[in-house]
């Protein structure tokens, strides 16, 4: 038995139900003459005295309910079965009339019999629930909803909260990848009764998940039920499902509904949290249209399933469509994709994607794997990548402009007071450029409105992640006056502080004080800036929009001590994820390899090339 968690080993446990088999197929053969099988029992008890398993037998079947298995005699065989079994045919157990004690010490014993090392950091009650649910469906491939009844009640006996036990054997399917059995518990609980907001929350999530991971066993009628169950719900508890209402409607293929929701209802944190499920509905249900008709005003970055799935799209478009038709949907593809954040092309997605050019007929391409040169070339073609640069002249245009059209504007001061802006300009000559510009109010409130103390620790963990990880020396955070005035001493010696009035637009200033600091000058914020940069006109807006890729840095919120590349998302040097050269009809896939952990986007250097070899079209 293990020290750390009183919990016996596996080996352990291997050898105490091989004993335990032999000695109970010795009492079928031998009705249950425990004389003749003396020896293989004190194998069995030997081998478990390590474990609770030799406890529970002795204790409770031997000594405590001989006397009822006596006068159910003809139904002793099931009960031997049910314990042969860790509780697999829980319907027998109401035969025996064994109440909520034996249903507690039944409770007590599955939770030892499991190997669920991730709940043992739980607490008593529920890391005995999470491994009871456990001992459970790794018995029993097929439940139906009766024997799911039996094991519901047994568990509600125990605990007596229903929302508890539904979304604890929802949490242990999903993490375990029991997919089947979960669309299995959630079409039993219709049945019940699914009328608890947080169990249908947990439902959606393990729907979801079985949508993305394993489709095959995906229903979905399952999914049009859950749907009819938010809408009813949500006249309760209004705003409480939208992530979970969008999620749906989704797996649904209700993509109209869906986008109705993205341009008037969701936030840009749930936008980022729903693009892959959307991206992937929409591969599947092959209406990629509604993908690349989306205005997205907010970042985001596409899960490594995605193009996955994308590659199995195009396939299919080949096949039913033709290659020219295929091929459009591969630029809208690398369009759509070239967008976002974060490079999350993976060599299974490289392997996908050769088999798909390789699918082929009339046009011929070449699919070699290679590196990018210091120089900043392909090392297979050795044409150069586009690289983001901006030249000295265009970028002091770009910063003209801005002070005079985003913080000044048509009317005076539009932004702020000139009272205010001279003072901000005046901090800014009495101080060295600034390396990187934090987005003070945008960062704390990464992660929901709180109290202050608790905004000041997240700029804080942000700009030690940024001073001590990479190197940033001369650090600002431009903040709100009633939260700043509360800013710690470590802070105030890591970053200058500069506090702007609450009624002022305070991204302006971080706007600002970023292009007058240099080019080399990085700023953090989730915010795109597009009230913003609509209003210059080009080519100062494209300048805008190139320095913005070159210059900004997006924050995710994360745990306290996360590593950094979960926290910040560095831009890259190179123009996107994917470069497409319509000249040459020549694409270049950046891409993560298998052994990388937490690779910087910058430091990216593999590259898919994929060439054209015919010209004729």
Not at 26 to 40: I, P, R, T
Not at 139 to 164: A, G, P
Not at 175 to 203: H, M, R, W
Not at 542 to 558: G, K, N, P, T
């Amino acid at each position: 038995m293990s020290k750390a968690s009183d919990v016996p080993l596996l080996d352990e446990r291997k050898k105490c139900w091989t004993a335990r088999d032999q000695f109970f197929a010795c009492l079928d053969a031998n009705k249950d003459d425990e004389k003749l099988c003396k020896s293989l029992k004190d194998v069995f008890e030997a081998s478990c005295r390590r474990t609770w398993v030799e406890h529970f037998n002795r204790k409770y079947r031997f000594e405590k309910y001989k006397k009822e298995m006596e006068t159910v005699g003809k139904h002793r065989r099931m009960f031997v079965l049910a314990l042969r079994r860790l509780v697999v045919d829980l319907r027998w157990f109401r035969r025996f009339e064994i109440e909520k004690q034996f249903t507690g010490r039944l409770l007590k014993f599955c939770s030892t019999s499991t190997g669920m090392d991730q709940v043992l950091r739980m607490d008593s009650k529920s890391k005995a629930l999470y491994q009871t649910i456990h001992s459970y469906i790794v018995h029993n491939d097929i439940v139906s909803n009766d024997d799911w009844y039996c094991f519901r009640r047994m568990l509600l006996e125990s605990l007596d909260k229903q929302n508890t036990v539904d979304c604890a054997v929802f949490k242990v399917l999903e993490e375990n990848c029991y997919f089947e059995l979960g669309v299995s518990y959630i079409s039993y609980l219709f049945d019940t009764g699914l009328d608890n907001p947080v169990t249908i929350k947990q439902a959606v999530h393990l729907l979801e998940q079985c949508f993305l991971k394993d489709f095959e066993h995906f229903h979905s009628g399952v999914a049009i039920q859950l749907l009819e169950h938010i809408l009813v719900m949500e006249k309760s508890f209004p705003n409480f499902f939208t992530y979970q209402k969008a999620i749906v409607l989704c797996m649904c293929g209700h993509f109209r509904q869906c986008l109705s929701m993205w341009s008037s209802v969701l936030d840009c944190p749930t936008k980022r949290r729903l693009i892959s499920t959307l991206f992937i509905a929409a591969c599947r249900y092959s209406n990629t249209a509604s993908i690349w008709s989306m205005r997205m005003k907010s970042p985001y970055t596409l899960s490594a399933s995605c193009h996955m799935e994308m590659s199995k799209y195009l396939k299919e478009q080949l096949q039913q469509n033709g290659e020219w038709r295929s091929l459009r949907e591969l630029d809208r593809y690398v369009i759509f994709y070239g967008e976002s954040q974060s490079c999350t092309f993976d060599e299974s997605a490289v392997e996908a994607f050769k088999s798909y050019f390789a699918s082929f007929s009339e046009i011929k391409w070449s699919v070699d794997c290679g590196i990018v040169t210091d120089n900043g070339c392909c090392s297979c073609c050795s044409s150069p990548l586009k690289q983001l640069t901006l030249s000295d002249e265009d970028f002091n245009s770009m910063k003209d402009e801005l002070v005079k059209r985003i913080v000044i504007g048509d009317s005076v001061y539009r932004q702020t007071s000139p009272e205010e802006y001279y003072r901000f300009r005046q901090f800014l000559n009495r101080n060295d450029p600034f390396d990187v510009v934090v987005d003070g109010c945008n960062v704390a409130y990464l992660g929901g409105p709180t109290s202050n103390d608790v905004y000041i620790r997240r700029i804080t963990r942000l700009v030690r992640l940024l001073r001590f990880e990479l190197k940033f020396r001369n650090i600002l955070v431009i903040g709100r006056d009633h939260f700043m005035r509360f800013a710690s001493d470590s802070l105030r010696t890591m970053a200058k502080l500069f506090s702007v009035s609450n009624e002022t637009t305070d991204d302006a200033f971080v706007i600002v004080a970023a292009v007058i600091s240099g080019k080399h000058c990085y700023m953090v914020s989730n915010d795109q800036l597009n009230t913003h940069c609509h209003k210059l006109y080009r080519p100062e807006l494209d300048y805008f929009l190139l320095w913005r890729r070159m210059r900004q840095i997006f924050s995710e919120q994360a745990e306290p001590n996360a590593p950094r590349h979960r926290t910040l998302q560095i831009p890259k040097p190179l123009c996107s994820n994917v470069d497409r050269a319509y000249e040459d009809d020549r694409y270049h896939f950046l891409y993560v390899p298998t052994e990388t952990n937490g690779v910087d986007d910058r430091h990216l250097r593999n590259v898919m090339c994929i060439q054209r070899l015919t010209s004729d079209y």
